[in-house]
């Protein structure tokens, strides 16, 4: 039973415009959600998490947007750049322990 | 510099085989993780370590064992047991207490190929 999906696996997005990767979970216990970044034969590096007594949080180009009653989120990336090019993992803490769970990832293509 | 080191960073085997990966962390956290990452897939959880001489099973975590002797050091044996072991294997940290915002430091990964 995945808890956290990513139901889209891939997006391509044209250099410049909004990059748009979503998120859903079914716990609704979690209350911490992380996104990361990760290049091939990399680790994954952090990059942006929201706390689930907010709806949003910025950062440069960056924008995570939670919606709890959907148990849905999203991170938004404007404008998108090839260097944005990798696999973005969501993941969720529900804080009563020390564990993420991560959803499959979504891999963008930003093209030039 | 703070962080994750594993190695090595590729490694090849032959089958029935055992292999050790290393994972070492400076940042002074408690909790160490290993997970696996396979073609097209998510992250997916093998074992957990939160103190020291203490850890716990993951989601797959058959086929492969673990230490947790000192703070800094959380080594994964991927045993001959475990059937499908060619994958991207990934070493994380997290620090824990009240203030815990659960974010995993990850390390640069080590690639194992079963010949």
């Known amino acids: 039973d995945q808890q956290v999906k990513q139901n889209s696996p891939s997006l391509s997005v044209q250099e410049g415009r909004i990059s748009i990767l979503n998120c859903d979970y079914t716990n609704s216990m979690f209350d911490y959600f992380l996104w990361y970044k990760k290049y091939p034969a990399e680790g994954p590096t952090f990059l942006i998490s929201?706390?689930?007594?907010?709806d949003k949080n910025e950062d440069g180009r960056f924008t995570v947007f939670l919606n709890k009653s959907a148990k849905h989120l999203s991170l938004h990336i404007v404008p998108s750049q090839p260097g944005d090019s990798a696999v973005y993992f969501c993941a969720a803490n529900n804080n009563a322990g020390n564990m993420l769970t991560f959803g499959g990832g979504t891999r963008l293509m930003v093209k030039p | 510099d703070g962080g994750i080191t594993q190695s090595p960073k590729y490694l090849f085997r032959k089958e029935g085989q055992n292999v050790t990966l290393s994972c070492e962390q400076n940042?002074?956290?408690?909790?160490m993780y290993w997970y696996r990452q396979d073609p097209g897939q998510g992250l997916r959880l093998i074992y957990y370590?939160?103190?020291?001489?203490?850890?716990q099973k993951g989601d797959i975590a058959e086929g492969y064992s673990v230490s947790r002797e000192k703070k800094e050091s959380f080594p994964l044996t991927v045993t001959s047991a475990q059937k499908n072991p060619t994958a991207f294997y990934l070493c994380?940290?997290?620090?824990?207490?009240?203030?815990?915002?659960?974010?995993?430091?990850f390390g640069e990964g080590s690639r194992l190929t079963v010949l």
């Open positions: 994380a940290s997290m620090t824990v207490g009240p203030v815990n915002t659960g974010e995993l430091f």
């Open positions: 370590s939160q103190i020291v001489n203490d850890f």
């Open positions: 940042l002074n956290h408690d909790a």
């Open positions: 929201i706390s689930s007594i907010k």
